[in-house]
């Protein structure tokens, strides 16, 4: 087990406290979420400006991403790209052109099946405080699909990993689409935030798509692997 995959665990534990506290709070006080999400000024702060601190430092924490980030992150910047000697750049393009057809694919199913939480919402079937739970899900979920399934990987994209995955860094947009739906300033920040960093992706990957396939990048190679998210799918 490496180092960064004994990370990824705590960063799961933690994701799972998280989502465990809204849960909890719902049950208990769901007042309080409609309040956060509907009321713009507090004369205290509350657990759920911690939560919304947390998110809001983890989605920066990619747009500026160090050593200690993931492998499936830092493929995307230029000094941890290792090119493989003569590879094909007629591959390289047949896989771009592969990839972003699946790539659009899944945002189009993540759009429809948000598309109906949108509507039920507008019906007055739920509230605001079930699209925080909802999102409070997703973020949970972003971490079962790392490290032990993944629908969208096995279903469309069919990449054999995380690591390689084209749509790695879209997991804030999918968490915080549902703060879409939401007039507010804390749940707007989430949500534009998220896009940025979506757009920040998508920037790199139409302007260095080497550096996104093994076939041009080494590091993304099994033997140069340092993630080793695979040992649990497995």
Not at 134 to 155: A, Q, T, V
């Amino acid at each position: 087990m490496t180092n960064k995959l004994k990370l990824y665990i705590v960063k799961l534990l933690t994701r799972i406290a998280a989502f465990l506290f809204l849960f909890i709070l719902y049950i208990t006080d769901r007042s309080r979420m409609t309040d956060f999400l509907t009321m713009n000024l507090y004369r205290s702060i509350t657990p759920l400006h911690i939560i919304w601190v947390m998110f809001m430092v983890i989605m920066i924490s990619h747009l500026f991403p160090n050593e200690l980030r993931s492998m499936a992150l830092l493929k995307s910047k230029e000094d941890t790209f290792v090119p493989v000697r003569e590879y094909s750049e007629f591959k390289l393009l047949r896989f771009v052109q592969d990839q972003n057809k699946k790539a659009w694919t899944v945002m189009l199913v993540w759009l429809i099946i948000n598309g109906i939480w949108a509507l039920v919402y507008l019906l007055g079937l739920i509230g605001e405080a079930e699209l925080l739970l909802l999102s409070g899900f997703y973020f949970l979920c972003d971490y079962i699909c790392i490290l032990f399934y993944c629908p969208f990987r096995s279903k469309i994209m069919k990449n054999k990993c995380c690591v390689n995955c084209r749509i790695y860094d879209w997991g804030h947009f999918m968490m915080f689409t549902p703060m879409l739906f939401i007039k507010n300033f804390f749940s707007w920040s989430l949500f534009f935030t998220s896009v940025i960093v979506l757009i920040r992706w998508e920037i790199v990957y139409a302007k260095h798509p080497e550096r996104f396939w093994e076939g041009s990048n080494k590091i993304l190679q099994c033997a140069e692997c340092k993630d080793k998210t695979c040992k649990f799918k497995r």
